[in-house]
């Protein structure tokens, strides 16, 4: 018997795959669930459950395990499973937003699959199979979860290929500019040049910047985002304007002649002590609560379509900082969804219990 004989025989592994035929999608690589469960509050990972593809859904996390396409070594490839776990912290309630958003149906869609060696077909592999998740009849609010920054580029690709009729605004959170040359090739330096460039109805007119660091970038990349039409707001104006009226106004330049907006957040976006566990930060960045508002904000607004969250690296994160920063960060976003889905109601009955 030969060896690839012998590889066909029973024990033979084949990765589990949803029900439907979407591109490179597997089911989620795992699911963390807590016994201990408070019966008047619910866990986020209890809340969170894979989706089976037949019941309803508002949200569909799409996870895209993926970072060798970083320029420097990362660890976000990790980012999905770390989450998951992570998630057994978090309740679905927040006082500080007022809403109890236990009745949205978020589900985890799967992870997107890609290959060890290609990293141009992986990102392939990923533009396809966000595409298709995008093009589901649900029409559920995706939400995607890298990996490294590499993949933004693939997924605003898909996102514009499954709604080809609309202009597409892009607000992007980072310490970096991320529209490196593509010497190269696609890298997490890259994403917002490898939009722009693309033939996709996403005009640098309606991209804005928001929190760019010090001493990160090149004077000749900001030139070239301006030159493009762009706008940048660096974390010291973000500080010195105040984050609303910044996120106002990010909008309305997003906005401007626009059907959607995509929203990317890199959490090296963060000032360092509070995201360690990311690739390339520095200590003069946002502060979280910061980005909280801005994404509640952005959360309650029917523009934004699609959002993803990329760069965090459970390898190198202390004490899950990054990653807990990271969570609150999705619940917040959701919160405002939750907000706009339901017209404004609260997700609760605000009357005090006496009994
Ligand atoms: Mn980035």
Redesign the pocket.
């Known amino acids: 018997m030969s060896g690839t004989e012998e590889m066909t025989g029973a024990s033979r592994y084949v990765a589990p795959r949803p029900p439907r035929d979407i591109p490179h999608l597997l089911v989620p690589e795992k699911r963390k669930i807590s016994h201990w469960n408070d019966p008047n509050e619910l866990r986020v990972n209890n809340w969170i459950e894979p989706w089976d593809f037949a019941s309803p859904l508002d949200v569909g996390v799409i996870n895209i395990p993926l970072s060798k396409t970083s320029i420097l070594p990362n660890g976000a490839y990790a980012a999905p499973n770390a989450l998951r776990d992570a998630w057994a912290i978090f309740t679905t309630f927040t006082p500080d937003f007022d809403v109890d958003m236990s009745s949205l149906r978020v589900r985890d869609v799967g992870d997107v699959a890609v290959p060890i060696i290609d990293l141009v077909q992986g990102l392939q592999n990923v533009q396809e199979s966000v595409s298709a998740l995008m093009a589901q009849p649900e029409a559920f609010f995706p939400m995607i979860i890298g990996g490294?920054?590499a993949i933004?580029a693939p997924a605003v690709r898909a996102y514009c290929a499954a709604h080809p009729d609309q202009q597409v605004g892009l607000i992007?959170f980072?310490?970096?500019n991320?529209v490196r040359v593509m010497d190269h090739g696609p890298t997490?330096?890259t994403?917002?040049r490898g939009v722009l460039e693309s033939d996709v109805r996403v005009s640098g007119r309606n991209l804005v910047q928001v929190g760019i660091h010090g001493f990160m970038n090149a004077s000749y990349y900001k030139r070239w985002v301006e030159g493009q039409g762009g706008t940048i707001y660096t974390a010291r104006t973000i500080r010195q304007q105040g984050i609303e009226s910044v996120i106002a106004e990010t909008l309305e330049i997003c906005g401007r002649g626009t059907d959607a907006i995509y929203v990317?957040v890199?959490i090296?976006?963060l000032e360092l002590g509070y995201a360690p566990g990311t690739a390339?930060a520095t200590p003069d960045g946002l502060d979280p609560v910061d980005l909280l508002e801005a994404l509640f904000i952005l959360g309650q607004d029917p523009r934004v379509q699609a959002i993803d969250f990329?760069?965090l690296d459970p390898t190198r994160d202390v004490a899950e900082i990054t990653t807990r920063t990271f969570g609150s960060a999705v619940l917040t976003f959701l919160a405002g969804l939750f907000l706009r889905l339901h017209q404004g109601w609260r997700g609760y009955d605000p009357a005090p219990i006496t009994d």
Request: net charge negative; aromatic share 0%.
């Open positions: 490294d920054h933004t992007h980072d310490a970096h991320d997490n330096g994403p917002i990317t890199d090296d976006v390339a990329v760069e």
